[in-house]
């Protein structure tokens, strides 16, 4: 083997293991945050309230996270400041007085403005190297979901002595990440002063439109699942911190099959197809979440996240490479995690906090399965009797990742 080829597998290399560290860095802020605030006192409308708002600010700095990676010297270090900024204010969190909830509520704002992007420029930087190498994407994206599962087997058991704990594990793998970044190749903004695109040059491209459509539709009702499901699994249910915490492992394991073979299912089915079936499986999760009440078969319902949330990660991150412009590869994908905040964080999270206080959570998940199931139906019907033979063919994405 060469130097260039031995440089080549280094780096890829590099690029899994960043992606293990950063996804270990979603289980603290996602699912055990909402627990914490429910600890300290602060009921299910505030909760709601908290982690809509704090998100809802920083969706507005999605899109100069974008311009400002498209334009930089060095994406890398884009990044490096993101993950440095969340780890500061998370770990501040447990040090705000329960009764300072102004100051709690900036501290997780600013935890959010810095944390929200980070999947979409490290996607941006990643998918850019692999594609100047021909590398897949497929197997980078689900050292990912081991960094996640892994991490949710620590966070639980270690949460079950103490919740606080949980903010200062999260430092530990996203410092490693950002000490990683500068490893790995750096990969250059292309945007400048004389670019004939800008960012509203995404609203131009239909089908991205489309497809952005079809993703904040499920991340309305997804959105809901991520700020309520630990409350409703454990206040409800009645389910243990522990069985929360291997739940959530394993339904971050069971991505994996769709991660081995995710390449070749999007060239084979293509985009839109595999959107709609994850709606779809995305519906029937949240129906049974609903109706099955004993918590040790919530285990099984929740091994279906393995072909919805990830079929989106994926599949948009990769169409979104390979279709904005060059000059824009950053912005595209802060553009896709700003309009699907919208529905994970407005509707979801803000919203659905609202709707805890005059109905249960159990019948807001059966409404959003049957929801999602109607709309899917209207979507179906739409292309098959309105857009003509076109809409027939599946979305393929030609040469890129391999």
């Known amino acids: ?11 890829y290399t590099l690029f899994i293991v960043l992606y293990f560290l950063i996804y270990m860095g979603d289980v603290p802020g996602g699912t055990y945050l909402p627990l914490y605030l ?5 009921g299910e409308a505030s909760i709601g309230a908290i982690l809509a708002i704090a998100p809802m600010v920083a969706m507005a700095t999605q899109p100069l996270w974008g311009m400002a990676t498209d334009a930089s010297r060095s994406k890398n270090a884009v990044l490096i400041t993101m993950l440095g900024g969340a780890t500061l204010f998370f770990f501040l969190i447990p040090y705000v007085p329960s009764s300072s909830l102004p100051i709690l509520l900036g501290v997780i704002i600013l935890y959010n403005v810095f944390r929200s992007s980070t999947h979409g420029i490290t996607d941006a930087i990643s998918l850019e190297y692999l594609d100047s190498i021909d590398g897949k994407y497929g197997p980078v994206r689900m050292s990912g979901t081991l960094g996640y599962a892994v991490m949710a087997i620590i966070v639980g058991a270690v949460a079950t ?6 903010f200062w594990v999260f430092a530990i793998p996203t410092v490693m990440a950002m000490a990683l970044l500068l490893m790995v190749p750096t990969v250059k903004g292309h945007y400048h002063k004389g670019s004939t695109v800008n960012f509203l040059t995404l609203f131009k491209q239909r089908e991205l439109m489309m497809l952005t459509a079809i993703g904040l539709l499920f991340q309305s009702t997804s959105g809901f699942f991520h700020s309520f499901f630990s409350i409703y699994f454990i206040n409800d249910l009645g389910g243990s911190l522990q069985l929360l915490g291997i739940i959530t492992s394993f339904s971050a394991f069971a991505e994996i099959p769709f991660l081995i073979f995710s390449d070749s299912l999007v060239k084979k089915f293509g985009i839109r197809a595999l959107l709609l079936v994850a709606c779809f499986v995305g519906a029937i999760r949240w129906i049974l979440t609903a109706l099955v009440v004993v918590p040790e078969l919530q285990f099984f319902v929740q091994l279906l996240h393995g072909m919805n949330s990830i079929v989106f990660m994926f599949c948009m991150a990769v169409y979104i490479n390979q279709s904005v412009p060059r000059e824009l590869k950053a912005s595209g994908q802060a553009f896709y995690a700003f309009f699907v905040g919208i529905g994970s964080r407005v509707i979801g999270s803000w919203i659905g906090g609202i709707l805890t206080t005059h109905i249960s959570k159990q019948l807001i998940f059966l409404t959003n399965g049957l929801l999602l199931l109607g709309v899917l139906l209207l979507i179906v019907i739409k292309l098959r009797t309105s857009r003509g033979a076109q809409y027939n063919e599946p979305i393929r994405i030609q040469g890129g990742v391999e």
């Not at 002595?161 to 949980?166: A, F, Q």
């Open 1 to 11: 083997m060469n130097t260039a080829k031995r440089e080549t597998k280094r780096n």
């Open 38 to 42: 429910r600890s300290i006192g602060l």
């Open 161 to 166: 002595r103490k919740l606080t704990n949980v």
